[in-house]
């Protein structure tokens, strides 16, 4: 079962828009949330990152927001750019597991100029 | 550069065939992973190790080994590759913060 989902296997946006990629998640004990961006033929980088204890964290042009009542999170792009297209993962850290990271399966980003 | 090495970047092999990978980190990072990804799959954690000689099983383990002799190094074997087992393997290690995770640049591997 999984317990890290992102629905929405890809997205397009426009160059200058906002780009919002969600995640779901079903174990309320994950302590912390992640992103990670991957491009073709390289591995996964981390973008940002936010506490189960705060609901908002930006860093630029990103920020992460956090529902936890909706065990729900999101990332916004603004503005989006052409380079921003990537895949984007969602990743969760469980609290017994050694704090291993569990990630959703991905969205693809498109950002046409 | 979070500092992580493996090796080989790409490798096709027999099914049946033993296969070794291999993930050197120069951070001095006591955790080290092994991700898989696949299509539809996105990453799924193969084993961890949370020190020397002290490793312990992920999401997809089965038919899948590891090593951890020196801090720097973990190895992923294959004791016996089948074609599902066509993947990209990533290595990564877990960051000074203890939170985020640094990954490799990813093994290619074929199984024909």
């Given amino acids: ?113 | 550069d979070a500092g992580i090495t493996q090796s080989p970047r790409h490798k096709v092999t027999e099914t049946g065939t033993p296969v070794t990978l291999r993930c050197h980190q120069t951070e001095n990072h006591r955790y080290m992973y092994w991700y898989r990804q696949d299509p539809g799959h996105g990453l799924r954690l193969i084993h961890y190790s949370y020190g020397v000689k002290d490793t312990d099983k992920g999401e997809v383990s089965d038919g899948y080994s590891v090593s951890r002799s020196k801090t720097e190094d973990f190895l992923l074997t294959l004791e016996s590759a089948t074609s599902s087992q066509t993947s990209v393997y990533f290595c990564a290690i877990r960051g000074a913060s203890d939170t985020e995770a640094f990954f490799g640049q990813g093994t290619r591997l074929t199984v024909v």
């Fill in chain 1, 1 to 113: 079962d999984q317990q890290v989902k992102q629905n929405s296997p890809s997205l397009s946006v426009q160059e200058g828009r906002i780009s919002i990629l969600n995640c779901d998640y079903t174990n309320s004990m994950f302590d912390y949330f992640l992103w990670y961006k991957k491009y073709p033929a390289e591995g996964p980088t981390f973008l940002i990152s936010i506490s189960s204890i705060k609901d908002k964290n930006e860093d630029g042009r990103f920020t992460v927001f956090l529902n936890k009542s909706a065990k729900h999170l999101s990332l916004h792009i603004v503005p989006s750019q052409p380079g921003d297209s990537a895949v984007y993962f969602c990743a969760a850290r469980g609290w017994g597991s050694q704090g291993n990271l569990i990630f959703g399966k991905g969205t693809k980003l498109s950002v046409k100029p």
